[in-house]
């Protein structure tokens, strides 16, 4: 659907991505994860079109991005950034609504109003419809973000895509538990999903497959069990990391680990 | 839905300007009776030949109050919506048309005409006669807004943070050097000077009104046809390209329209402040922000609310005239005050 090929982005004569490559299916959700700095939302922009890479290129569906019409590719994929801030007052079901945009003059338009209703009750604010967005909490924020993308991609035809930035960071665990599951049905569904993850657990979780970035380049890519290993995170983040549940899953960062090895010294 | 939507939120606005325009016509020094309207409208639509005993108000009317009253609606219109779209595009709610250096930049040249206008521009002013002022003030408007744009644009992007700090180093220039041309003028061409400063609509004529049609009329309905994408820009510049948006262009779009609106109205009346201001906070107040109600509610409604000024204008101090930029600001100041406070205590 959305394919990264040898992507390197320069800043300031840094380097924030060095040679990173990836694919983005239809139907699967593939979590960015990485310690703070290792080029996880720069890789973002650089998906969504926001930012030109000075090498590589981003390509959807075999075209490169920025060949395309830019309704065109608002029709095929939408993206859920970490904040939104409105400029002026606006109800919840205002901003949903601004994700019909690309639909604008289109027979799909006749939908709008259902594709809003839609969206709210699927990410469980139906009654907040009416609700000025600045007395919205952050998590009710970041969800009325997800439910504008779903209305920009309601009657989109297949295959299209989903990208978000750290959905879940103002969420509590249910929120969290509810909006993971919201994205495995999308990509049951047929959508590619793509979520830059803090949560390692999150990604164990939920996830088909994980993207793991260090210091820019992309050292793992594969099944999460495959990737979320304890030796390779403690590499990447620099502290102990210790398997918890069957199969190797769910690695937690270990405390105890840590102090022992502290006072043994 | 949306259309009719937009139709019901405007309809009150459209109503208001033209109960506005018929009281402009009316009221004033020299009265004209509403049945005397009326017989002049009937005659101007081929219903029955204007009776001989309306033949006063008929020249009133005609010669002096519709041009008048059709100018002011215009250029307030051409305000209003300026003001919206900008408010809209910086993201700010206290931006206005002054921001991108329009009405410093006419100011600029319009002094410079009044100054140096014997000398420096002879011959050009002697061509353009009546139209000397109006031309240097459209030109020095657009002037002044494309140096903006293009001091705030770096590397083919204008950002909007940059735009801003082009646009108040601008004011502060034009600001500077129209300063040092009043420094030079005599007493006759300050007070010249100050009473362009302060607006007046006393001058409209028919002559203007096509031109003003052409550069204010067609600029303010181009302007809500961006309702769609400026609505996206409220989200931010990158949430509106995800949604398809082309922000450059828009961005790009909306500050010719405005400039050109704002520098053709600037041209005849003089600097008119406040309107483009506060006109689209009172649609927002009572319509939401949604730029396809915001818009053409705020290019009604200023188009209404400078025709009733110039009407207090026309009123307050008969037979003299006051300045119409005065009641706007008397009346804005006020109320942009008040928005400041409830600002600070939301």
Redesign the interface.
Known sequence: MIGARGIVVRAGGRLLLDDVSLELRPGEVLAVVGPNGAGKSTLL?VL???LRPAGGEVAMEGRALHAW???????R???V?QH????????AA??VA??R??W?ATPAMRQ??AAVTRALDAVGLAQFAGRPYATLSGGERQRVGVARALA?LDGAAPPAALLLDEPTASLDAGQRAGLLRLLRRLAGDGLAVLAVLHDLNEAAFVVDRVAMLAGGRLVAIGPARQVLRPALLEEVYGVPFRALAEGGLLPVFDVEARRGAATSR | ?SATLAARAASPFAALLVAAMLAGAVLGPARVTPSGLMAVLADLLGLAPLPAEYARDAAILGVVRAPRVLMAALVGAGLGAAGAAM??LF???LADPGLIGVSAGAALATVAAIVLGGSVFGAAAGALGLWALPVAAFAGGLGATFLMARLGTVAGVASVATLLLAGVAVNALAGALTGLLIFMADDRQVRDITFWTLGSLAGSRWAHLPVVVALVGLPTLALCLLA??L??????E??A??????VEAVKRGALALAAVAVAAGVAFTGLIGFVGLVVPHLI?LGF???HRIVLPGSALLGGALLVLADLLARGLAAPAELPVGVVTALVGAPFFLWLLRRRGAA
Not at chain 1, 69 to 75: G, I, K, N
Request: proline residues 10%.
């Open positions: 922009r969504a079109g926001d019409q830019p309704r065109d590719v608002a029709r994929r939408a993206v950034p939104a801030a409105l400029a002026f007052p606006m109800a205002e901003v601004l994700g945009l690309p604008h709008d109003g920009q | 839905m408010q809209g993201r700010n709610p769609r994408p609505n996206a820009l409220l989200l931010g990158a949430e390209s995800h949604l398809g948006v082309r927002r939401g922000s949604d």
